[in-house]
């Protein structure tokens, strides 16, 4: 072999190699590697970049300065430019050959993995952010019902037009059961997991689960709590793209008309937010195939979806949501089917809570039907123990009080559960996931707790509940949805939270920290807790055991539970007890 010809082919090996980092001469046959595995994957681009990347480069506004500008090499960015702009150079005109996909930019000449990772570094901010035209907002209760969320809901389904995928865990409403009707009657596929279900199948006839199957309605269950309370509609079944339109609802209100215009609740509606979107398409799709069936209409067929890898999801770095569902492996029983069994010691969502509640500098906020978390709990005295001036508030339900005695007696029965549980890290879990109340710790430690109270004895019949689940930390971050703070929540029911941060939704954090304001102030402005107290110490008619609700303080419920116990014998007897809807007044009997 000459020199001559050692020199070209050292060359050529060297040119090759450039090629393939797309930094130098391209020759054919070295850089047009067709997608899928050519130098779009080897730059490890999302779906989401290679589409956007296609567009921006056949938009006008791009020119070779703006591809420049993005780090792409001079020879690649010009030959970009003029590919695309055709034979005149220019672009508009008829010889314009436009970018059909990402294969046609993989081929063109200089475009090695290199300027295939700046193009589409040119373009994640299209992919970390919802679309301008995306929207995020929340509906509170109570409210009159052509305002609610089970409004907003009949809505969505009525204008669903390709698929409705539903998680819930109560389900009463007629009109939204007759929008849903009136959806599958139009040809929406739907798929729903309905906790109710897992009664339904024992004897299907008449029930919810059978009446929806019969219209072609694939109703399934899980062998856990199905606690969400989300909605999809035409989402991303058969392309990610799909979730660049699709709405998404998810929060605390079950579909009950109590829900919708009695119960404090929060119900977010996102739009066209395309990780959101995913993200809840993604739990769904896990769960339902999961799930086991109703057996009923057997002729429903078949619903396909596709897959959604991690990958596959944009991060908005501003908004995440995560799922109790992480807490759990599956796998198929010989003799019940697909099971979902808990893997002991993960704390998935109270985690993520726990490290919110670190953040705090200046106030924490909560709103929550339950307060039974112990690791919420503990970060919350570690915290306003770390700093005294944090101003911490949390709101509850009623129900949630619990008396000096009745938290002697919760400390005795989990210390003896400890006990019994021994080194065992399922009994120990078990004995935590009873549901230990900690309010009473809050009180304790100065923390600013209030209760929604209406009644003396609590009974779902006539409960006007504080169902709020969110924590708004600094009026900055907010953490919302289905889940209750209980340990329970996270390692027997699946459950969903929404993380916001208000350098990305300003207005629905501001829209969360008012509500807060709002209900913590609830029945205060009017006296009505010192109405009530003088009606029990003074009156000689009967007085209302169940009563419009006040946001009270610990002191407060124990005063007027002492007063209501001194005026009146009969409340705490066996038929106040076991029937407390036919009993809401009490006469004096001092």
């Known amino acids: 072999m000459t020199y001559r010809h050692t020199f070209y082919l050292l060359l050529s090996i060297t040119l090759a190699a450039c090629a393939g980092a797309g930094e130098g001469p391209s020759p054919d046959g070295i850089d047009d590697i067709a997608l899928p595995g050519g130098k779009a994957d080897a730059a490890g681009l999302t779906p989401c970049q290679e589409e956007e990347i296609v567009s921006w480069l056949n938009d006008a506004a791009t020119d070779f300065s703006l591809v420049h500008a993005a780090g792409v090499h001079t020879r690649a960015a010009r030959n970009i430019i003029a590919h695309r702009d055709g034979a005149d150079g220019s672009f508009g005109t008829a010889d314009d050959d436009l970018f059909d996909d990402l294969v046609e930019v993989d081929r063109v000449s200089y475009v090695g993995p290199v300027a295939m990772r700046q193009l589409g570094e040119a373009v994640l901010a299209r992919c970390t952010a919802p679309p301008s035209d995306a929207s995020v907002e929340v509906i509170f209760s109570p409210q009159p019902f052509a305002t609610s969320h089970l409004a907003k809901a009949i809505e969505l389904m009525d204008g669903a037009e390709r698929s409705l995928d539903i998680a819930m865990y109560s389900f009463r409403d007629n009109r939204v059961i007759d929008s849903l009707v009136r959806a599958a009657r139009r040809g929406v596929s739907i798929r729903m997991l309905f906790n109710g279900a897992a009664d339904d199948r024992r004897d299907p006839a008449g029930t919810l689960s059978a009446r929806l199957e019969d219209e072609g309605v694939e109703v399934r269950w899980i062998n856990k709590i199905m606690h969400h309370k989300f909605l999809i509609a035409d989402g991303a079944r058969s392309s990610l793209d799909e979730a660049r339109s699709a709405w998404l ?68 770095v501003n908004a995440d949501a995560i799922f109790t569902s992480a807490n759990f492996r599956t796998y198929t029983s010989s003799r019940y089917g697909e099971t979902f069994s808990v893997v002991r010691g993960t704390n998935t969502v109270s985690d993520r809570l726990v490290e919110l509640i670190g953040r705090a500098e200046r106030s924490i906020r909560i709103a929550s039907g339950h307060l039974r978390s112990r ?48 080194t065992s890290t399922s009994r120990t879990q078990n004995c935590y996931d009873r549901g230990f109340m900690y309010s009473y710790a809050m009180m304790e430690e100065g923390i600013g707790l209030r209760f929604k109270y209406y009644s003396y004895r609590w009974d779902y019949h006539y409960a006007v509940q504080m169902h709020h689940k969110y924590i708004v930390v600094d009026d900055r971050w907010l953490a919302m949805g289905s889940y209750n703070l209980s340990d329970n929540a996270e390692h027997n029911t699946m459950e969903n939270v929404a993380l916001f941060d208000s350098e990305g939704y300003p207005e629905l954090v501001r829209a969360y920290a008012a509500n807060f304001d709002r209900i913590w102030e609830t029945g205060r402005d009017d006296g009505r807790y010192d109405a009530l107290l003088a009606d029990v110490n003074e009156g000689v008619d009967p007085f209302p055991i169940v009563f419009a609700p006040a946001a009270l303080t610990w002191d407060q419920v124990d005063t007027l539970k002492r007063a209501m116990r001194s005026a009146c014998s009969e409340i705490d007897s066996a038929p106040f007890r076991s029937e407390p809807k036919r009993h809401q007044t009490c006469y004096p009997t001092n």
């Open 249 to 316: 609802m998810t929060g605390s209100g079950n579909w009950s008309t109590s829900a919708g215009t009695r119960y404090d609740e929060n119900t977010l509606v996102a739009r066209g937010h395309e990780e959101l979107n995913l993200r809840y398409q993604s739990e769904f799709n896990y769960l339902w195939a999961h799930s086991r069936a109703v057996v009923w209409n057997e002729d429903i067929a078949p619903v396909s979806a596709i897959d959604i890898a991690a990958g596959d999801i944009p991060d908005d």
């Open 375 to 422: 690791p919420v709990a503990e970060a919350l005295l570690a915290k306003v123990r770390e700093n005294p001036a944090l101003d911490v508030r949390i709101y509850l339900d009623g129900q949630e009080y619990v008396s000096d005695w009745g938290n002697r007696r919760q400390e005795r029965d989990l210390r003896s559960c400890l006990t019994a549980a021994g």
